[in-house]
């Protein structure tokens, strides 16, 4: 039988510059075939050409054939009747690419209405059934509301309802977990790839993530810069990759535990107590407290919406703290930013997670870098410069970056400049908000490396905030698990890694993919076992804990458990819980 | 969809359309005040200006009395909220009739003169501006960019000459002087409100069409648009149904702003066609200090104002599900 879907010698050129070239594939029918690769790698491109779109006027030349059907030679009639109907697109943020003005049901219904293959009524009682089948909650009802209404992993699940409506033979995901939780993404997989198999669709697979991947794919295609790199069965790529660049990325998405542990030295540098902090009338943080030695790591983890960035900005002193003291080598540190000396400023920097944002576009990196020099240390002409030649040796940049433009440089490039800015300053302490998560892992894994070495050389107390459990594992002395605003474990890496966990901190390091296939088939979403709500003093993961106690956790406030390098707050003895989460 | 969500929607909005209002007479009450204040610091009153440069100190002081320009100025404010809250703004010192009466004669012209041109540019405004916004960089956003831009930028006397030049003076097809009264007949009204009508809707149009351009080309980048592409939404109802809710909040405002402008901003207009409006009212009412007319004028235009900036604010609010649901 020939292949359902085959790409022949394919090539996309925007302006002078080929942004895929000579790309050919092949997928038989109701096999799901990935595209990997880092940002610029042309895998988006790719996939939206198979509908005949390319963004910024781009055009598309080579073979592109589903069935019968030469998609490239499609005038727009043509391609107006394949879209939606016979391919569909699962697009990266379904909180963007869902209008937010109509109704999900009226978006959902959409494309079997301008297709004319149902009419209103049937669409939605067609929708709702998929609402059900992709175990979204209240499917009756879940069409009325608008996209704001609802979380990202809804919004993402109710996307592919929107693009199986039509029973398309083939679908397109292009990223469509990246932007959720480790939580969340194992349920919207296993709800993606049973809905897939039961409309036997063909499917494209976008991603960077290896470990997702490996759960989704029966073939993988790994692109760099527009070129395919290497092409087979998803079994071989994964565990005998032959092409060298293949090799890093694998590399890069499993993180190497570090070489040299911190010299953890005298005094907490950085002591946070009972740290109380809201916006508004909406309290994000519940009596946080953590120490942090000079040179020591201390990695935050949790969801979205878990107050892991508040914190950071609770120390800064960017939002005051309702109370509780934050303290920097024995002097109390001043509630709000407006309390606070330039001394005080300088020594604790933030670096923030969106360099795009956080670099003012109209400096070049030398004004930028030079910044904190002049106003913390007095630096200025020769001295100055020298010293941004200093710091871009530092982190790796050529000298003579210091010219150019902010906007000109690459992701990596941006958040390495960010990093040297907050260096600038000479802090004692470095707060690191999702610096990693932005870029791309080979990237990523390389800024990581170069805050590690800092760290060491310097002497710096890093903060490091991240969703990623496994980097921050890797990467830190200490570890904070936030869940709803408050500290649920603390422990420091060795008593981490022998394994006794809050079952929040657990459910979290369960939901991290593994790399082979078969991993999501086997990882259970437990369900919480008590319908509650969240009372005051109750544990906050008790609405979606699965091993809570009926009468306890749902009546007082959780004990604090304290055992050999670790603490966390549970119901359960210690040694039930060793034995729950083992 | 069903019917149930919109309804209660509608519900929930109520509250925040009343403060809204609440906020606007608020608004209308300090205006009042402002505009009470500067009518006062005007050099020169209403006796003054009646009895003339040869008028003795005391007549002029004997018909401010009369007049009741002597009392307080709180006390007159507070007389005078008083009438125009009942309806009635006083009397016309010059005129010698009730402002009421005096402002009835001239506010429909005015309002026809207005909804004439509203009726001719929105329509025209919009299809411009999605237009131009659709075919972005291409040949006709750049013709309709230039023109739009020169409408902008010509000043409305220059209109309104050159439209009497071509189309009274060369064609003789219009009438160059706006004969309004009420026992022309419709056809007449039409042909005399024609030329002024075109000279005001040069600006709004250009004005309104480039506002539009700029909301319905920001919403076109949008994700979800290129979502809706790749679900094989015909253009046009990607236009129409996608965009267009999410882009009518911004166009209203720019609507309302416009058409505020169609009474107040008239003058020129109404100046070169002698037509018998409330703005000429106004600058009469200035020239001759007759303060009741003059205030009067002010807190009519500045009460449409507010009505239209509300409006708009009330189908920004319902076209927007977040703030709907607030």
Request: charged fraction near 20%; include cysteine; aromatic fraction near 4%.
């Amino acid at each position: 039988m020939s292949a359902h879907v085959s790409v022949r010698n394919l090539r996309i050129v925007a302006g002078s510059k080929a942004i895929v070239d000579g790309v050919s594939f092949e997928i038989a029918r109701g096999k799901v075939l990935a595209l990997i690769g880092e940002s610029g790698s042309g895998k988006t491109t790719i996939a939206l050409a198979l509908m005949g779109h390319s963004r910024f006027g781009a055009t598309i030349s080579g073979e592109v054939l589903l069935g019968e059907t030469r998609v490239d030679q499609l005038d727009e009639a043509g391609l107006q009747a394949l879209r939606g109907r016979r391919v569909a697109y699962v697009a990266q943020s379904a909180a963007s690419a869902f209008n937010p003005s109509r109704t999900i049901m009226s978006q959902v219904t959409e494309p079997l209405l301008v297709h004319r293959l149902a009419s209103k009524a049937d669409a939605e009682v067609r929708a709702v059934d998929l609402f059900r089948a992709l175990a979204l909650p209240f499917p009756e009802s879940i069409g009325a509301r608008y996209p704001h209404q609802l979380s990202g992993g809804q919004l993402q699940r109710l996307m592919a309802a929107m693009a199986l409506i039509t029973r398309p033979e083939l679908v397109i995901l292009d990223e469509p977990t990246t932007a959720l939780d480790v939580t969340t993404q194992v349920e919207v997989l296993k709800a993606f790839k049973a809905a897939i198999a039961s409309v036997g669709a063909t499917a494209i697979y976008v991603s960077h993530d290896l470990a997702v991947v490996a759960q989704m794919a029966d073939q993988i295609l790994v692109l760099n810069q527009g070129r395919t790199k290497e092409q087979g069965a998803a079994e071989q790529i994964l565990h005998a990759p032959t092409d060298d660049y293949t090799r890093t990325l694998m590399a890069a998405a499993s993180p190497t535990e570090r070489s040299a542990p911190a010299v953890v030295a005298g005094d907490a540098l950085l002591k946070v107590e009972g740290v109380h902090a809201a916006y508004g009338r909406l309290p994000v943080l519940h009596d946080i407290s953590l120490q942090l030695a000079r040179g020591a790591t201390l990695g935050v983890i949790g969801e979205s919406g878990s107050g892991k960035s508040t914190l950071a900005r609770v120390i800064a002193g960017l939002l005051p703290r309702s109370a509780g003291s934050v303290r920097l080598g024995g002097e109390e540190l001043p509630k709000g930013i407006d309390g606070r000396s330039r001394e005080q400023f300088r020594r604790v920097q933030l670096v923030f997670q969106n360099a795009d944002t956080a670099l003012n576009p109209v400096h070049t990196v030398g004004q930028t870098l030079a910044r904190p020099l002049a106003f913390y240390h007095g630096l200025k002409g020769a001295e100055a410069k020298a010293e941004v030649a200093r710091l871009l040796d530092m982190i790796r940049l050529p000298a003579d970056l210091a010219t150019r433009n902010v906007r000109q440089l690459s992701g990596g490039q941006k958040q390495r400049v960010n990093l040297a800015r907050a260096l600038a300053a000479r802090p004692d302490v470095l707060l690191c908000d999702e610096v990693t998560s932005a870029l791309d892992t080979v990237v990523g894994a390389a800024i990581l490396e170069l805050i590690d070495e800092l760290r060491r050389e310097l002497g710096i107390a890093t903060v490091f905030i991240s969703h990623d459990i496994s980097t921050v594992r890797a990467f830190c002395d200490q570890v904070l698990v936030l869940y709803g605003g408050t500290a649920v474990e603390q422990a420091d890496a060795a008593a981490f890694a022998r394994g006794v966990h809050h079952p929040y901190t657990d459910l979290l390091m369960h939901s991290v993919p593994e790399m082979r296939a078969g991993w999501l088939e086997q990882a259970v979403t437990r369900k919480a076992v008590l319908p509650s709500e969240v009372g005051d003093d109750l544990c906050r993961f008790l609405p979606r804990c699965p091993v809570a106690i009926d009468g306890r956790c749902n009546a007082e406030a959780a004990p604090l458990r304290a055992g050999d390098g670790f603490a966390l707050l549970c119901h359960h003895e210690l040694q039930t819980l060793r034995e729950l989460t083992a | 969809m069903s019917g149930s969500a919109p309804h209660s929607a509608m519900f929930g909005v109520l509250p925040l359309i009343g403060k809204r209002f609440a906020s606007a007479l608020i608004t209308l009450l300090l205006v009042s005040a402002v505009v009470f204040t500067i009518s006062g610091l005007l050099p020169g009153d209403a006796a003054q200006e009646t009895l003339g440069q040869s008028a003795t100190p005391e007549q002029v002081a004997a018909l401010r009395h009369e007049m009741g320009l002597d009392r307080p100025a709180l006390t007159r404010y507070f007389a005078w909220l008083g009438g125009i809250v009942q309806g009635d703004p006083g009397q016309s010192l010059v005129a010698n009739l009730p402002v009421r009466e005096v402002i009835a004669e001239r506010l429909p012209n005015s309002l026809m003169l207005a909804a004439f041109t509203a009726l001719v540019s929105v329509p025209l405004a919009l299809a411009i501006g999605i237009a131009s916004a659709i075919s972005r960089g291409g040949r006709l956003d750049r013709t309709l960019n230039v023109l739009t831009l020169t409408a902008v930028a010509v000043p409305e006397f220059l209109v309104a000459t050159l439209g009497v030049l071509i189309f009274s003076v060369k064609l003789l097809w219009l009438p160059s002087i706006a004969l309004v009264s009420e026992d022309a007949s419709l056809w007449d009204t039409v042909r005399s409100c024609a030329l002024p009508v075109l000279s005001l809707s040069v600006v709004v149009i250009a004005q309104m069409a480039r506002m539009t351009r700029a909301a319905v080309a920001d919403q076109l980048d949008r994700p979800y648009v290129e979502m809706a592409r790749l679900k094989g939404v015909p253009f046009r109802r990607v236009v129409l149904f996608h965009v267009m809710p999410n882009a009518v909040g911004p166009i209203v405002n720019a609507v309302a702003l416009s058409l505020s402008y169609l009474l107040g901003g008239a003058i020129i207009v109404e100046t070169i066609f002698n037509f018998p409006g409330l703005a000429s009212l106004m600058v009469n009412a200035v020239t001759s200090r007759d303060m009741p007319l003059l205030q009067a004028c002010a807190m009519i235009f500045c009460a449409i104002y507010l009505m239209l900036v509300l409006v708009a604010d009330v189908v920004a609010i319902l076209a927007n599900p977040r703030l709907r649901a607030q």
